[in-house]
């Protein structure tokens, strides 16, 4: 089973700074059917990024996320106050046995 | 676009059944393009796959090791809506439960719509 390990498990940093998350698999997918999913307090996790690196429909491009193999980011390149929630990635595939798993989330706070 | 809107109690006594349902709007729970899921969600446990249902010239349901035994999952054609029943519910369910579409293929479990969330409560 592969295992996703996001770090670090809280990022603090003030509105209209970068940041960067991290999701590093255990061993290499074989390909990039990964996820970043948002999750803001009482709400639902949404649909981030798919394919590593497409954004999902209405997603803002200040969202971009890039990696491969064992190693994925998640970028924000500008903190809205929006943007402060848990963020999780998830390795995606045809089988929910197979080829379903969560990260454990990064929380992005204010500083 | 899709909405999805989940509807069933909140408190539920150890060893009762759990009766959640989630109405579609926006899509078909009929459409061979999509599937529909059960997800919960709790501290201990993060975000956990429980089950599904779809159509492909038939209905298909699967459902995680964890509660194979436990759980139905039926669709609700002339409604529009699936349902979840989990039976046996003891403290260790206690989570906010969600129903969620996903894709085919290789997006059968890329999740890219989400129910509000029912947080479920076993107690007495």
């Known amino acids: 089973e592969i295992v996703l390990t996001q770090s670090p498990g809280t990022l603090s940093l003030s509105p209209g700074e970068r940041a960067t998350l991290s999701c590093r698999a255990s061993?290499?997918?074989?390909?990039?059917?990964l996820a970043w999913y948002q999750q803001k307090p009482g709400q639902a996790p949404r649909l981030l990024i798919y394919?590593?690196?497409s954004r999902a429909t209405g997603i803002p491009d200040r969202f971009s996320g890039s990696g491969s193999g064992t190693d994925f980011t998640l970028t924000i390149s500008r903190l809205e106050p929006e943007d402060f929630a848990v963020y999780y990635c998830?390795?995606?595939?045809?089988?929910?046995?197979?080829?379903?798993?969560f990260g454990g989330g990064t929380k992005v706070e204010i500083k | 676009q899709v909405q999805l809107q989940q509807s069933g109690p909140g408190l539920v006594e150890p060893s009762q059944t759990l009766s959640l349902t989630c109405a579609i709007s926006?899509?078909?729970?009929?459409?061979?393009?999509?599937?529909w899921n059960w997800i919960r969600q709790s501290p201990s446990r993060g975000l956990e796959w429980l089950g599904r249902?779809?159509?492909?010239?038939?209905?298909?349901?699967d459902s995680a090791v964890s509660v194979k035994g436990r759980i139905t999952i039926n669709p609700d054609t002339p409604k529009n809506q699936f349902s979840l029943q989990l039976n046996s519910m003891t403290p260790e369910d206690t989570a906010v439960y969600y129903c969620?579409?996903?894709?085919?293929?290789?997006?059968?479990?890329?999740?890219?719509?989400w129910g509000q969330g029912t947080l479920v409560t076993v107690s007495s």
């Open positions: 926006g899509d078909s729970v009929s459409s061979n393009s999509v599937i």
């Open positions: 998830q390795r995606y595939g045809n089988s929910p046995r197979e080829t379903l798993t």
């Open positions: 061993q290499s997918f074989g390909s990039s059917y």
């Open positions: 394919g590593a690196s």
């Open positions: 249902t779809y159509y492909r010239s038939k209905w298909y349901s």
């Open positions: 969620v579409r996903s894709g085919a293929g290789y997006s059968a479990t890329l999740f890219d719509s």
